[in-house]
């Protein structure tokens, strides 16, 4: 991706708090003691490097960029103690090259259309061509975005969010059955047999458990859109797992 592991981790910091402090950098070098390893000139010049190396990535042209699958989504939870309790909106491309490319980060003070509307618009603006596919979770405000901002593009909702959402409306000792059904549904060989199959679990369980039915009727096309494209991409866009995996080695680094 030409992005090391470092520098994402000066991004997600930087959007979070809008600018790398001095003193974020001074806690970052310090020896057991908690005694700080770097001169005030050296830790300045860190920042000034990291924060310029941040800028060029916020505003780097993207029309070079042949991006195939586009994946969305909002992280909260995992960077809230350093995000001042605000969403950093992410998203993460598949070019037609195979790589996989970090594209746009941006905090926002919650998962609002307008906010995903501005973000999307942004990468637009700056060369982004329409997609294939985009990817995100349920969110109402990220996927009335996407039918705005991507109208030639498919969209997919993430199957693991689905099912998530799902097993939570089944009684627990239903929940390993049900997830095995789902599983069938979201990974058939093909639309027409996923088709068949969303018909046989509604039939089963409409009258056992309504609710959880009525969830999964719920955008069903857009959680099998995934098959209709090539079965060896289908893992790496039908879930939102891009961006969740690089958010965990950002966990890793910042430990």
Known sequence: MGIGSGFIQAIYRDVCQRIITTRDIESTFTDSDGKVLLSRSSVSQITESLYAEYESFRNRDLSGY???????DGVYESVRKHSNNQTILAAWAICSDGQKILLHLAAASQESESSWGDFFEEMLGRGL???????????????????????????QRCTVHKTRNLLNKTPLDAQKEVKACLHSVYYASDRTAADTLAAMFID????????MVRCFQDDLDACLAHLEFPSGHRRFIRTTNLIERSIKNYQRIMV
């Open 66 to 72: 042949d991006v195939v699958y586009l994946t969305v």
């Open 129 to 155: 061509r329409q997609p294939l596919m985009v990817t995100s979770d349920g969110q109402k405000g990220v996927i009335n975005a996407i039918i705005k901002c991507f109208p030639l593009a498919r969209r």
């Open 204 to 211: 089963r369980y409409a009258n056992l458990y309504p609710e």
